[in-house]
């Protein structure tokens, strides 16, 4: 059959089953990303896509902000790699974006590797690349198998690809285990073998980073078999000293839940903390952390609460002391303010984990994040668990100075230097900040002939003055910070390339609001600050209005969430803040979304209009008239943690009403 036949074949095939579904099972999860595919995404089946590959730098970005999950992973990948390699299968890792950030395939069809785009730096989410095996695999959270005709597009119709889902331990999906081959026999049943090994590596390197990330606390590691506990670990579990639950791994969430410990889904609020080891187990604390001081043999049974099931426990003792995630050393305390930068969310994570061990290293750091993101918190963080600490930290607008002033502010003048100067001369903002930091925040907006300034500052350490005819030595460390890109400015001549190369030693990348999985932390947290400053101690925040923050997008990111906390905080009535008080653009911003601006609302009701004390979800079940793919679409969350919420929150739908 020539390829002009096969891809008209491959076409008719996908518009005929979008007319007639198929069936349920894996059929189905292809039939709905070929819908996505249409009706989302725009492609066309008739139109092969070519691979995408994002430039270098970008991929760089990508591989810096999953290195924690590399770093482990990287054993697992290769392990499974020498396991595949005599059927001819390449191995990806790709991130939760679809980027591949790890590859190894064999380096004498390295051509063939690139064309088909099943090398390092492709993108494969299925926006770009159709239905796949990593872009299906985002989308639905599932592990399943693309074969030949699978896929949308047919540039890809000749591979096999199979991948399955790595989540982080609050269930985030944190990446995607993918393993294809160029050749393979026609039937899809032929690769029912692959599917089990690469959901095994998949939960193996899930497990090796959830030991990693809680390796200061005790974990509890349950089976159903006792000669299995030690090797297999099938559900870990990670607690206080007290018992207080903090995370488990897949296997384990789904224990607790079996036994009616209710967690959340994806990106929701983790409430492990109200509960214990002894909801779960008919236990003492005393008895689970001693498992191994008692038992001969390191493994105890233990009776499971209500259903009675016996489980076979081991325990891993704590590696280090010191927070989930945390980059600090055994005591060391100095660390706090970095650590209250986030909670779980893995991009943040590896970046506090960079910004750690760089603290009291002799570089200047760059931040990059979009406007709002926390840049000069992050400075200010460095600084205060620094060596630096109890010197000045420094802080300058490059934006917001007059161009007239910046030069004096920045270096300082001598007494007459010019008219209007004071009498006494002043000490420019960069000896002010000597022996600390100073933080140059939007350097991108400095105009060119004080970079060449600043550049001999950082190049000789010193600072000459205004009308001064000798320099002034400064010890400084400079962290820089810009929402722009400055490779494109240095192409345009806007921005010195030697300046970039000097500020640049190290650079930290903070993801937007709407990317973290920590939002309800940021929330919680930012009004608490908000809260102590007023002094509303009894103030509290309403699940309605949190519920309305976590479904809006900020574009304004944590600036615009700080801001409006504020406005809640100030025009709420009695000692509770609810959807209501939130600015107007919060509680219905989502619809902003294009999507959403052309989303139907019932009739005799304009889009975006809620019921009176309607609740946000609610809101766009009922605009959506129930239908669960369009309102997981619009608020970019996947259908299971629809149904969670709409669950938590009591919300039935007019259909099932009847039944109830």
Partial sequence: MNIAKAQREHVETILSSLEHPRGGGEEAVIERSWRRCIDRYGLDPARPSPPRYVPDQTLREHQDQADGLIKVARAGVEQLYRQVHPLEYVVLLTDARGIAVQFLGASSAHREHQRTGLYLG??????????????????????????????????????????????????????????????????????????QVVKHYARMIEDAYFLQRYNGYHIVCLDRSREFVLINRRYLIAIEEDGTLLAANTAGRKLLRHHELPLPGPGEARPFRAWHIQDLLDAEVDDVL????????????????????????????????????STAHPGDSSLAPLEALADDDPAMRDTLTRAARLRNEPINILVIGETGTGKERMARALHDSSLRRDKPFVAINCAAMPESLIESELFGYEPGSFTGANSKGMKGLIAQADGGTLFLDEIGDMPLQLQTRLLRVLAEGEVLPIGANRPVKVDLRVVAATHRDLRGLIDLGQFREDLFYR???????????????????????????????????????????????LAYPWPGNIRELHNALRYALATCEGDEVVVGDLPEECISGHLAHPAARAARAPEGLAPGVMLRGEDPLQETLRRHHWNISAVARELGLSRPTIYRRMKRQGIVPPHQQDAH
């Avoid at 989410?125 to 959270?141: F, K, L, M, P």
Wanted: proline letters at 5%; aromatic letters at 6%.
């Fill in 122 to 195: 492709s993108n494969w989410s299925e926006e770009h690349s159709g239905t796949c095996a990593v872009g299906t695999c985002i989308q639905e959270e599932l592990p399943l198998t693309c074969h030949h005709s699978d896929h949308f597009s047919a540039h890809h119709i000749n591979l096999t690809c199979t991948a399955a889902p790595v989540f982080d331990p609050d269930g985030q999906l944190l990446a995607v285990l993918d393993i294809s081959a160029y050749r393979s026999p026609e039937s899809k049943t032929s690769q029912t073998f692959a599917l």
């Fill in 503 to 549: 500020l640049n030693g190290a650079s930290l990348r903070l993801p937007p609001l709407r990317e973290r999985a920590d939002q309800a932390y940021l929330i919680r947290k930012l009004f608490e600050e908000l809260r102590a400053e007023r002094g509303e101690s009894r103030t509290r925040l309403r699940g309605d209005a949190t519920t309305a923050m």
């Fill in 290 to 325: 001693n498992i191994q001081r008692y038992c001969d043999d390191r493994v105890r049974a233990f009776l499971t609460h209500r259903h009675r099931e016996l489980h076979f426990a081991t325990l891993i003792e704590p590696q280090r002391r010191h927070p989930a995630g």
